[in-house]
């Protein structure tokens, strides 16, 4: 995929490009970029527990845009996995059968998702996350460097799990 502009909320322009791609006010957007030939990425982190995101991407589906995933090559991922829209997965991931990974998902670098895992729409995961088997990742949750969540565990909605945490339990 080309990368033909970048978007900003009117209030935070400050160039008109960035790495000589045009920055785009989002109030024009639609009106610049017609729905049936451009598709987009919302590319943002955490704020919020993931609010920010969840609310940017939800903004994008309202216009009528497809969003695209990226996900790496560079990763172990089973054939049959299911993904939502706008999820951003990156290097190094085992991805295990059976796991379904909602929309507007983050997965940042080197992460074990356990067979017939699912996690909900909205959720960041950190490096280093081990996600066991038959787990359920709540909506909007974080996880943080290096945590676990044994077997058969069940995170609830808007979840902070901080940095090397071992979660036994449901949550």
């Known amino acids: 995929l080309k990368i033909e502009a970048f978007t900003v ?3 935070y322009i400050s160039d008109s490009k960035k790495e000589n791609i045009p920055i785009i006010p989002f109030s024009s957007l639609k009106k610049e ?8 990425h919302v590319a943002l982190s955490y704020s919020e527990q993931n609010k920010l995101r969840e ?15 990226y996900i790496s090559k560079k990763s172990y991922i089973d054939k049959n996995i299911i993904f939502g829209q706008n999820c951003f997965i ?5 991805i295990q059968k059976g796991v ?24 960041y995961l950190s490096s280093h996350v081990v996600v066991s088997g038959h787990c359920e990742i709540g909506q ?6 290096n945590s676990s969540i044994s077997d058969f565990t069940k995170i609830g909605d808007d ?4 940095m090397s945490s071992s979660i036994s339990r449901n949550l």
Not at 33 to 40: A, E, L, P, R, T
Not at 106 to 112: G, L, Q
């Open 100 to 123: 379904k990974i909602g929309d507007n998902v983050t997965m940042w670098s080197s992460n074990h998702i356990g067979h017939e895992t699912k996690i909900n729409s909205h959720c």
């Open 33 to 40: 970029f017609n729905i049936n030939k451009y598709s987009m």
């Open 159 to 162: 979840c902070f799990i901080g």
């Open 90 to 94: 990156l290097e190094n991931q085992t």
């Open 55 to 69: 609310l940017k991407f939800n903004e994008v589906k309202k216009l009528g845009y497809h969003l695209e995933n």
């Open 9 to 11: 909320d009117d209030d």
């Open 140 to 145: 909007r949750c974080f996880l943080g460097v």
